[in-house]
């Protein structure tokens, strides 16, 4: 794709966990994203019990408020404090142990078990390990992917849907030359491009 001046762009995983340790975290909303209340039948189909996964999803709120409508949330995040802050701010008591398959991984889960947030590199999961999802809540993760792994990122959220799956995605749009991101600038044409 062509990446704009964005293309070179890299934020690191250590730059991440330095945004969670510092405070910097803009991206976090404490209401929910109004976008998800006003497209959630879009999301949910019709359909009651959903697997429903948040990828990048440090400590949304929407992860709570969906598992107290019965579905079944996984999330994955490389910041293990925005993990523990999550299920901290919720006061839900949870587990934490190791991924066997991921070097390093962790799995914290909350005790009622619809709620499982994995914290690793989002490219360290696959299907055989945390399944497939009946929908996807991408709030912040493509935008906030460098754009040179935009097309792994997407290859990884197609492997990880099940065939009627929904996929609700928010995106930004700005002038890329005003700003580096992220987050980053992914025009619809290459939306289309990623997900078809």
């Known amino acids: 794709s062509d990446a704009g001046p964005q293309g070179g762009r ?4 250590e730059e991440w966990l330095q945004k969670w340790e510092t405070g910097n975290i803009r991206f976090h909303k404490e209401q929910g994203h109004p976008l998800l209340q006003k497209h ?4 949910l189909n019709g359909r ?3 697997r429903i996964f948040f990828p990048l999803c440090g400590k949304a709120v929407e992860m709570k408020w969906l598992a107290d409508m019965g579905h079944s949330v996984v999330g994955v995040e490389i910041s293990e404090q925005a993990l523990k802050e999550f299920f901290s701010e919720h006061g839900l008591p949870y587990c934490e142990e190791p991924v066997p398959e991921i070097s390093g991984g962790k799995m914290f889960q909350s005790i009622s078990g619809n709620i499982s947030l994995y914290c690793c590199s989002i490219y360290d999961l696959s299907s055989s390990v945390v399944g497939k999802f ?3 809540w991408d709030r912040g993760a493509l935008v906030a992917v460098n754009p040179r792994d935009r097309q792994r990122y997407a290859s990884l959220m197609t492997s990880l849907m099940e065939k009627n799956s ?3 995605l928010v995106t930004v749009s700005y002038d890329p030359n005003k700003h580096k991101g992220p987050p980053f600038y992914v025009p619809e044409s290459e939306v289309k491009s990623l997900f078809g």
Do not use: A
Not at 10 to 13: D, P
């Open 10 to 13: 890299v934020v690191t995983e």
């Open 40 to 43: 959630l039948d879009v999301l």
């Open 48 to 50: 009651s019990g959903l």
């Open 134 to 136: 009946d929908g996807v």
């Open 166 to 168: 929904s996929y609700l």
